[in-house]
């Protein structure tokens, strides 16, 4: 769970439980917007604007089930 006290994020928490949420709507798609609204409302991770746009970029990893910050086979 994301703490202000701590400004690191948990990238593993915050895949797993992104990958959870969209696994919970299917056969439905889920926009990533919904997903991001999500997490922040759960605490994983802060809801910022940086934040939102580092999700973006990692939305890729989150679709493909990649380690966030992994290098490509």
């Known amino acids: ?3 202000k006290a701590s400004r690191r994020v948990r990238w593993p928490v915050v895949v797993d ?8 709507y299917a056969p ?6 919904q997903v991001r609204y999500q997490l922040a409302s759960e605490g994983v ?3 910022t604007p940086p934040m939102c746009r580092r999700l973006s970029s990692h939305a890729p ?3 493909s089930g990649q380690a966030v ?3 490509p086979a």
């Open 45 to 47: 991770v802060p809801r």
């Open 28 to 33: 439905l798609k889920i926009a990533l917007r």
């Open 17 to 24: 439980r992104a990958r959870q949420i969209v696994e919970g």
């Open 61 to 63: 990893a989150l679709i």
């Open 69 to 71: 910050g992994a290098k």
């Open 1 to 3: 769970m994301y703490r």
